[in-house]
């Protein structure tokens, strides 16, 4: 059974800093895209980036978050710097299905149940 833990959200004042994780298990790690999503309230789950044999971000988030992964400690991270009172989601993990990153929910087969970032101004 494949599941994907989130944690290390809260709460950060614009400018600030935090770091996601999500801890995966049940299948190999390492043969799978990862990405993040988020999702605020009254809007569409919405893309923020993706890990396979390269990286993808959304527009907004380019050049502030960073995801990476540890394969030995089967996580993937979210670093997210400089953060914005419109960055406030809960943020979900995933992994794909066929190991090609992408930035379509649709892609990915399994979920995280997701961790609240709120930034506040």
């Not at 991270?77 to 009172?85: A, H, I």
């Amino acid at each position: 059974q494949v599941q994907l833990v989130e944690s290390g959200g809260g709460l950060v004042q614009a400018g600030g800093s935090l770091r996601l994780s999500c801890a995966a298990s049940g299948r190999t790690f390492s043969s799978y895209g990862m990405g993040w999503f988020r999702q605020a309230p009254g809007r569409e789950r919405e893309f923020v980036a993706a890990l396979s044999w390269r990286t993808y971000y959304a527009d907004s988030v380019k050049g502030r978050f960073t995801i990476s992964r540890d394969n030995a400690k089967n996580t993937v991270y979210l670093q997210m710097n400089s953060l914005k009172p419109e960055d406030t989601a809960v943020y979900y993990c995933a992994s794909d299905k066929w190991g090609g990153g992408s930035n379509l929910p649709s892609a990915y087969d399994y979920w995280g149940q997701g961790t609240q970032v709120t930034v506040s101004s």
